[in-house]
């Protein structure tokens, strides 16, 4: 390979390796928060203005007087670390700051700091075009091929992170592969004058000492973000915090092409007399839980009540048991299980996760809770994104039931859409009904907007009720929503925590994907 080409081909792969760093820490940072628009937007705009920073100030460092390979060598070894290291001190941050209570309900003041490590990587990725200049001693046309491999490899980047890196790997481990991969190409730099074994010995038990670290903070973010709400009140200290979540809380995290799911399993902590004074309780029970995306779906200790909520509710008030019954989401099967529960009814579901459906299948915890309901001949399961598989369904059903995680992103908001409604209305019989989960903790504005949409959707009839969780009942015929027998086919618990339907009245504003103002 002449020189032009290998410089091309360092230029390509150092776009590849930055860019991915920042997409790492984007990607990171919209879990951790739940806003996935403001963690990409500001995460570009901090990485963008570090690159003219880090290419404007360039020059400075070659006052420095070191060799321009050794200045480019030097470079990427720093990259390779930074981005090893960017998740894991992100994820140290958001611990400390959940401990100390910082910027609790503040989600833009934590993505604000976090674009210290942004900053960081784009200043020094903002060096390799300079340096590749240098070295490759490009005239005019071969500059302005420098540029474009640096962007061909930005735009790879991009996609293999979309396409391979996220739907596969945990981001702890993607910022490892990366950075080999930036170590890597620093070696090529390599001269004699840095005695090339013995520096490769150290700086090769670094980084495996730091790939290690980074694994077991990704451990350990896990299992304190599971321990409870207000760590400080069961931990007089950051470190003891950690040491009673590893002792107490076990993560089994399994990745899919959709999203993170954490089985989450825990144990009853026996306090002290001075920590129950603090807890206020003599004994801190913590239940099994299921989270999605670091949301949590469905907890031991309230399973029943969410979903005889959600099952039974608009079946008492319909009058009438529906016999053809289709589940969009559900993929834990225990809505399923509840709706099995009434004799001749036909249910399917659809999930487009194939992961959490052979979780629900195959799980110790998740086949406690649906009670093995996928072994029922009455129960079949379609693996299907439930927006295309309603636009091109031609049954009619006498119940649906939608229960979608909270839209944090496009995909999950049209699912949520006037124009997923109006396919759902279409597939529904004239007297059948629809039963949305309305995600965000009972939170107004987003029930109405739901509630709103349904109405747009073509059903004449919303109606809004709960418990621990609260739902939005579509339909076109009345209901009647003052029958005492609302509440019949649930347990104590949940006709305790029950609150009576609500007629919604619309307020104009549904969430259209195609009309403006909509969303």
Known sequence: MNSKKFYLLITFCVAFCSLSYELLIARTLGSLTGDIVTSQSWTIGFYIAALGFGAMTFHLWENVKQETRVLFYNTEILLSLLGLLAVPIILLMKMWFEYKAIFIGQPHAFILCAQLMTFAVGY?????????????????????YVIGYHYFGSMVGAI????????????????????????????????????PVVFYVVFSGVFVAGAFSAFKIDQKHAEITYFVTSPSLYAKSFQELGELAHQYVKVDRHLSPYQTIDIVEKTAIELSDEEGARAGVPQLTLFNRLYINSQLQVSLNYQDVYHETFAHVPINLSQKTPKKILILGGGDGILAFELAKYESVDITLVELDEVILNLAQTHPLLLTMNHSVFSKESVQVRVADAFSFMLKNRQKYDAIYADFPLPRDDELMRLFSLEFYQALRRALVDDGFLVVDTPGQGEGHIESRIADSLLSGGFENVYLYGGVARFALASV???????????????????????????????????????????
């Open 160 to 195: 293999t992170a979309a396409y391979f890196f996220q739907p596969h790997f945990a981001a702890v481990s993607i910022g490892v592969f990366i950075a080999s991969g930036n170590l890597l190409l620093s070696a090529i730099f390599l001269t004699k004058k840095l005695k």
């Open 477 to 519: 015929k009345s209901l009647d929503i003052s029958r005492e027998a609302t509440a019949q086919n649930m347990g104590a618990e949940s006709k305790k925590y029950f609150a009576p339907p609500t007629r919604h009245v619309s307020t104009g504003h549904p969430i259209s994907l195609f009309r403006p103002g909509g969303r």
């Open 124 to 144: 020094f990725s903002g060096f390799e075009i300079p340096l590749l200049l240098k070295l490759s001693q490009s005239d005019e046309k071969s500059e302005s």
